[in-house]
Nanobody, 124 residues
Framework: QVQLVESGGGLVQAGGSLRLSCAASERTFSTTTMGWFRQAPGKEREFVAGIGRSGSNTRYADSVKGRFTISRDNAKNMVYLQMNSLKREDTAVYYC?????????????????WGQGTQVTVSS
């Protein structure tokens, strides 16, 4: 089981930027595919971005393409989500997730391990 701890959330004005970080405990982090999801009040958890084991394979939700960038540092067991041009509709709790497969998937049930989440609030 991989333990995941997110950080970097907060309150930001629309148009601003935030960088989320996720620290993983797994010794074999380099063999783990990672994803970021978010959940707004009253809504289902939705896929935001995913990154394959080496970092060369990335995938994004249409709503964040061109604004968010996912990256990872396997030497540090870290995955990041750089969020630019934030909008009010990006307000949600953001979760880091891990799965053992090769490719980033978009469904929450395809990920085995989850962090506790970090709140991102975008004000107008």
């Amino acid at each position: 089981q991989v333990q995941l701890v997110e950080s970097g959330g907060g309150l930001v004005q629309a148009g601003g930027s935030l960088r989320l970080s996720c620290a993983a405990s797994e010794r074999t982090f380099s063999t783990t595919t990672m994803g970021w999801f978010r959940q707004a009040p009253g809504k289902e958890r939705e896929f935001v971005a995913g990154i394959g084991r080496s970092g060369s394979n990335t995938r994004y939700a249409d709503s964040v393409k061109g604004r968010f960038t996912i990256s990872r540092d396997n030497a540090k067991n870290m995955v990041y989500l750089q969020m630019n041009s934030l909008k009010r509709e990006d307000t949600a709790v953001y979760y880091c997730a891990a799965r053992g497969g090769y490719l980033p998937r978009t469904r929450p049930d395809e990920y085995e391990d989850w962090g506790q989440g970090t709140q991102v609030t975008v004000s107008s």
